[in-house]
């Protein structure tokens, strides 16, 4: 029989009891049990727990470590997509730079050896054109020189141009797709971090640990509960209340509660009162169908008064 069950059944026979046992004259005494609202720590991922510091009885406080499942696998992705992200940051940078200085050494000697043949194209062209101008040289020669000067000339503009061009980035749609290639791999970074860290697990609230379902060695899948946690404010009283006396009843009222081993009653808040009632009575209610007419009630227990779940307690106001 499980833990909910056992509850269930306790709370049946104490709310027949508590019926059976008020009279008109009685102060009014409603009859419940202690109830815990568990915290049940998962894994959002499958693995094999390799660390779990934490034990039964244990205190926890929020933030402490409970267990981390192996992460060799996204130990090695995080890597690979660190990788990958500087080799995206190197792609980016040399696309945002001109040609590198080897080459552009390379681009200046070619600009100085064609402004050399520039000098001797013109200094042949001045040269010869006198000459063929007097008749001493004849005109296919001074068609040769011009046509070797122009030459020269184009050559001089072609390596200043090529030299300019190596001096700038890369086209902007080139380096659009290096900058969005670059936000991806940070993305990728980012996603295999987060699923590295999803490997290690921490207590969501404080309190103490009431039982551990999986222990070191063993293999989880995600969502299965591997640590029960009692939160500090975890307890409520859970008792039963007639209809005839439901209407004294309010959430936010203070309940006074009674149990073996307390010696001074315990405050308790309401915090819920059912809508409908637990047992149903007959169609036409009668007045003396009425009293089967129960409705529950939860009161949050303060922290620290030494009272346990399925414990149980008196209830009166």
């Keep these: 029989m499980n833990r909910t069950t056992t509850l269930q059944a306790l709370a049946a026979g104490l709310m027949l009891l ?4 008020c009279t008109p004259q009685d102060e009014p ?3 419940g049990y202690i109830e815990a609202d568990w915290t049940y720590v998962a894994a959002p991922a499958s693995g094999r727990i390799v660390e779990q ?11 402490d470590f409970l267990f981390r499942l192996d992460s060799t696998a996204e130990e090695a992705a995080v890597s690979e997509a660190g990788a990958k992200l500087n080799q995206a940051i190197a792609q980016a940078e ?23 043949r520039l000098e001797q194209a013109t200094s042949e062209r001045d040269r010869v054109l ?12 001074r068609d040769t020189v011009l046509a070797a000067y122009d030459a020269a000339v184009a050559a001089v503009h072609a390596a ?30 980012a996603a295999a971090e987060y699923r590295l860290d999803e490997r290690r697990t921490f207590a969501p609230v404080g309190g ?6 999986f222990r070191k060695g063993e293999f989880v899948t995600p969502g299965t509960p591997i640590i029960a946690i009692l939160p500090d404010t975890g307890l409520k009283a859970r008792f039963y209340v007639p209809e005839t006396d439901l209407a004294k009843l309010k959430v936010g009222n203070t309940v006074s509660l009674t149990a073996d081993g307390i010696t ?3 405050k308790a808040e309401i915090t819920f009162i059912a809508h409908e009632a637990e047992f149903a009575p007959p169609v036409i209610y009668a007045r003396h169908s009425r009293e089967k007419l129960v409705f529950m009630v939860e009161a949050r227990v303060p922290e620290g008064i030494g009272l346990h779940p399925g414990l149980p307690v008196e209830v009166n106001w």
């Design 18 to 21: 508590g019926l059976s046992g």
């Design 29 to 31: 005494v409603h009859l």
């Design 53 to 63: 510091p934490v034990t039964e009885g244990d205190r926890v406080e929020q933030g």
């Design 94 to 116: 040399d696309l945002s730079t001109g040609a590198r200085p080897p080459e552009i050494k390379r681009l200046e000697a070619q600009l100085a050896a064609a402004k050399a």
């Design 130 to 141: 006198p000459l063929v101008e007097q008749g001493y040289a004849p005109k296919s020669q």
């Design 160 to 189: 200043e141009q090529d030299l300019k061009v190596a001096a700038l980035p890369a086209r902007d749609a080139s380096r659009e797709a290096a900058q969005a290639a670059t936000r991806s791999a940070e993305a990728a970074k």
């Design 208 to 213: 103490k640990v009431e039982e551990v379902f």
């Design 264 to 266: 001074t009653p315990v």
